[in-house]
């Protein structure tokens, strides 16, 4: 993680794009009463939408603090308030999340809403590099590969009335409703047409299955969501901004369009730490996942087509508010164009698995 911020000699907070750090202090010393003074901030690399930061005070505790992405954001994307209502709930259940501490709704504090919760350390799994370093037996990495189908079994089993989420949007008709919601995102959010966004729209949302029940859906399940213990167990899923009512069977082709198998055609998106020797294959995560929550999966590939249609529109708001400033300034050689390429391949990817559905 890189030291984006420290200390000053003098006391007084380092300056961190995002952050008001007298402000936020302040506000650390009513919300957070553990809290000592003076506080650091960092952010923290790695994720592309809302922004996290890593919070430390003078006796070396830490917090992470979320908030949305700097400038303008789509309505609904970045709503702190929902984010912290669905981790504080989970809080009780057998879904490992980290605890949360509070949240801020008052913008004039930092520019916007953010909630704090407890810094969970440990390793995050975005390559391949770091699932051979951090887990060389490949025993290892099968077993993770498994706890990962596991663990959204036991987020698709919690009843949402239970721990009081029932309310947090409407259970049916949930593939329509995303395939509504995402369509308009794209509208509000592309840089450019791309024919294969409207194709794969029109031909989902001609046939979508009947839907199988209702659970929380997290949205943007996968590996690199999750904060792993030394051991390989799984310590917290993090990044529950998508999270909503509606057909479990969506996360499924999520996890399918970030879990690509060795030897396919790579997309551009790195070479995520799945693909290290060890882990299991799509089809057999696919296959635990039936196992341990008991449903059907005839239906996966329009669910995985699904997937990477709507991961495609993701990146490319992602990639708009990259060139708008979002994320800060540009480096210059930032590889923002080949992220552009990525969006049109995963667009491509969700029209030849549609096709084949």
Avoid at 197 to 218: C, N, W
Avoid at 271 to 299: H, Q, V
Wanted: charged residues 25%; aromatic residues 8%.
């Amino acid at each position: 993680m890189g030291n984006e911020a420290t200390d000053r000699a003098d006391g007084a907070a380092a300056e961190v794009e995002g952050i008001d750090a007298a402000s936020v202090g302040v506000w650390f010393g009513e919300h957070v009463p553990a809290a000592q003074p003076p506080l650091a901030y960092e952010r923290i690399a790695g994720g592309r939408s809302n922004l996290t930061y890593r919070v430390v005070d003078a006796d070396g505790r830490e917090w992470a603090l979320r908030r949305p992405p700097l400038g303008k954001t789509l309505s609904s994307a970045h709503d702190m308030v929902r984010e912290h209502r669905v981790v504080a709930a989970l809080g009780g259940t057998s879904v490992p999340v980290a605890p949360v501490a509070g949240i801020c709704e008052d913008e004039s504090v930092n520019g916007a809403p953010f909630y704090v919760m407890e810094f969970v350390r440990g390793p995050v799994l975005r390559g391949v590099g770091e699932a051979e370093a951090f887990f060389p037996d490949e025993g290892d990495r099968r077993e993770i590969g498994m706890r990962v189908a596991d663990t959204l079994a036991a987020i698709h089993a919690v009843d949402p009335d239970a721990v009081g989420l029932g309310d947090l949007g409407r259970k049916e008709d949930y593939v329509a409703r995303q395939l509504r919601r995402w369509y308009g995102q794209w509208e509000k959010s592309k840089t450019r047409e791309l024919p294969a966004i409207d194709r794969v729209h029109e031909r989902l949302a001609a046939r979508i299955p009947a839907q199988l029940g209702a659970s929380i859906v997290h949205g943007d399940y996968r590996l690199d969501n999750m904060i792993l213990t030394e051991s390989g167990e799984v310590a917290a899923v993090v990044d529950w901004e998508l999270c909503t009512l509606g057909d479990p069977l969506a996360d499924v082709g999520t996890l399918m369009a970030y879990w690509p198998d060795r030897g396919e055609e790579d997309l551009g998106m790195g070479l995520p730490a799945n693909l290290a020797p060890g882990f299991p294959t799509r089809a057999e995560l696919a296959a635990r996942y039936a196992e341990s929550s008991g449903r059907d999966l005839a239906d996966l590939d329009f669910y995985t087509a699904l997937g990477y249609w709507k991961l495609a529109i993701i990146l490319e708001g992602v990639y708009a508010r990259y060139t708008a400033g979002g994320y800060g300034k540009l480096d210059a050689d930032s590889g923002v164009q080949e992220f552009a390429r990525l969006v049109e391949r995963l667009a491509d990817t969700a029209e030849s698995i549609e096709s084949r559905a």
